[in-house]
């Protein structure tokens, strides 16, 4: 597998060199630029590909926020996880950044373990889409056959292996699948194995939370959970319904993406599933069921 490429622009190079010391000795291969012009020209360069870019916010010239904006509107570059730092951390400017596409925050000065946890995160997120795309071809035609179908899960790689296939029905499975992932493995994780918010975040931080899923996974009293999908065709709609075996959990927080949250490494998968690639999202009662609705693009029998 080749290494991570990341891009770290930052007009400081004492900022530069402090990140750079910072992730010596991970496994990925850095690139530096000092202002927006350089950070597009590596960005721009057909011949250069970058899993994760590393923001600086403000800078003379071409800003962080602009090149945010440039790469967002670019067909290519789009899908790049970008992790804005930034000391400009009020709740206005991390919600422009959050509406521009800025998913992943860092405020100034901020700890090594901070950065290399939300860069783990970033590229955790963009290994399981590019996984999830990989997939969206393998049984496209039988599957816009479909009129209903349900399914049942009970761990990540099951969830994933489920998006990726309920998500053919629709004109658009790749961001339907990124969606799905997201709903179904919260009710995984946070619905059947109680894995809440603050403790995803500091298993993040710790770089155990794969080994917490799977302890959690083999305990007696979770053996039996399931988390079950069911795919039902509206007219020129598709209904997804999911529900997991839990008791549920505070929905109302995380159904937009609260500023204050930005800049923890978790807890914006429902906000990416809400915005990116169903129509319209709606928990039931306490929290354990959802609904979510994606245009088809076409009539039933075109």
């Excluded at 309920?166 to 194995?193: D, F, I, K």
């Excluded at 899923?213 to 083999?218: E, F, G, I, N, P």
């Amino acid at each position: 597998m080749s290494r991570s490429r990341i891009l770290v622009v930052d007009d400081e190079p004492f900022n530069l060199e402090i990140i750079c010391d910072y992730l010596e000795d991970c496994d990925y291969d850095l690139v530096t630029a000092q202002d927006g012009a350089s950070a597009l020209a590596h960005l721009e360069d057909p011949a250069q590909r970058f899993d994760v870019l590393v923001l600086d916010r403000m800078m003379p010239g071409i800003s962080g926020m602009e090149v945010l904006r440039r790469v967002k509107q670019h067909e290519r570059l789009k899908a790049i996880p970008v992790i804005m730092q930034t000391a400009a951390a009020t709740p206005d400017q991390v919600r422009e950044g959050l509406a521009a596409g800025a998913h992943y925050y860092l405020t100034k000065p901020f700890e090594c373990d901070s950065l290399r946890a939300v860069i783990r995160t970033a590229l955790d997120d963009q290994r399981r889409r590019a996984e999830l795309a990989d997939r969206i071809h393998e049984h496209v035609v039988a599957m816009q056959m479909i009129d209903r179908a349900e399914f049942s899960v009970r761990t990540l790689e099951e969830a994933a292996a489920v998006a990726t296939t309920a998500a053919l029905v629709c004109s658009r499975p790749e961001a339907v699948a990124m969606g799905l992932a997201e709903l179904l493995v919260n009710g995984v994780e946070h619905g059947n194995l109680g894995i809440d918010f603050e403790a995803k975040g500091a298993l993040k931080e710790s770089g155990t939370w794969a080994d917490e899923v799977r302890k959690r996974l083999s305990a007696p009293q979770n053996l039996a959970k399931r988390v079950r999908l069911t795919v039902q065709r509206e007219g020129a709609r598709w209904h997804f319904h999911v529900r997991d075996d839990g008791p549920g959990f505070d929905w109302q927080r995380f159904i937009e993406l609260d500023p204050s949250r930005a800049f923890a490494p978790n807890g914006r998968g429902i906000v990416l599933a809400r915005q990116i690639a169903f129509d319209e999202v709606r928990y039931d009662g306490c929290g354990n069921e959802v609904h979510a609705w994606c245009s088809d693009g076409m009539e039933v029998g075109e």
